[in-house]
Nanobody
Framework: VQLQASGGGLVQPGGSLRLSCAASGSISIDVMAWYRQAPGKQRELVAEISSVGRIRYADPVKGRFTISRGDAKDTVYLQMNSLKPEDTAAYYC????????WGQGTLVTVSS
């Protein structure tokens, strides 16, 4: 399984971005998620969604970010609204099936 993430970029505080991640390979994926890692910090969970729609968000993004999966369950999206400078990080797509898979990071920079 390969994960291809896209959608990062530079946005002003208060703006929005939508990240996408598509999984290749015919495999049943249970959990898909987004993690992020800011410079000098550990990688942390942002949001995760299971194959049956169970969702969990990190406290700093609750009410601002929305995670969803495509109908085929092999794509995951992260709608990020009301972005703050502290959201600046490399965002990584994650998938758990028989193994754990990571996508390449996509950089999100929130700055005026």
């Amino acid at each position: 399984v390969q994960l291809q993430a896209s959608g990062g970029g530079l946005v002003q505080p208060g703006g929005s971005l939508r990240l996408s991640c598509a999984a290749s390979g015919s495999i049943s994926i249970d959990v898909m998620a987004w993690y992020r890692q800011a410079p000098g910090k550990q990688r942390e969970l942002v949001a995760e969604i299971s194959s049956v729609g169970r969702i969990r968000y990190a406290d700093p993004v609750k009410g601002r970010f929305t995670i969803s999966r495509g109908d085929a369950k092999d794509t995951v999206y992260l709608q990020m609204n009301s972005l703050k400078p502290e959201d600046t990080a490399a965002y990584y797509c994650y998938a758990r099936a028989n193994f754990v898979y990571w996508g390449q990071g996509t950089l999100v920079t929130v700055s005026s």
